[in-house]
Nanobody, 126 residues
Framework: QVQLVESGGGLVQPGGSLTLSCAAS????????MAWFRQAPGKEREFVAA????????VYGDSVKGRFTISTDNARNTVILQMNRLKPEDTAVYYC???????????????????WGQGTQVTVSS
């Protein structure tokens, strides 16, 4: 059974950094695509980043390119989102997602992901 649990959210000043973690059970990173999405109040859920070992692909949303990095800690079966040079517009609930059957063209589409965590709040404010 697949279960995803996010952690690491909190308060940070603009320009600062945060590291989010997604503890994944029932998931093998060689077979499952892992992703991060975010949703701010009053806005639709937005694609942040995805990593697929199966497809050999790493993809980022335009708004976070060059600032965020997705990676895995294989020993702990955990997906990491390293967020640098944070901006107030990065404030949102961040969700971890996973799929075993997703294809390249679906990496940015939330409807293509089968499993979701409960989310962790990130607030960027001075």
């Amino acid at each position: 059974q697949v279960q995803l649990v996010e952690s690491g959210g909190g308060l940070v000043q603009p320009g600062g950094s945060l590291t989010l973690s997604c503890a994944a059970s029932g998931v093998t990173f060689t077979r499952y695509t892992m992703a991060w999405f975010r949703q701010a109040p009053g806005k639709e859920r937005e694609f942040v980043a995805a990593l697929s070992r199966r497809m050999g692909s790493t993809v980022y949303g335009d708004s976070v390119k060059g600032r965020f990095t997705i990676s895995t800690d294989n020993a702990r079966n955990t997906v990491i989102l390293q967020m640098n040079r944070l901006k107030p517009e990065d404030t949102a609930v961040y969700y971890c997602a996973s799929s075993q059957t997703i294809i390249m063209s679906q990496l940015r589409s939330q409807s293509a992901y089968s499993y979701w965590g409960q989310g962790t709040q990130v607030t960027v404010s001075s």
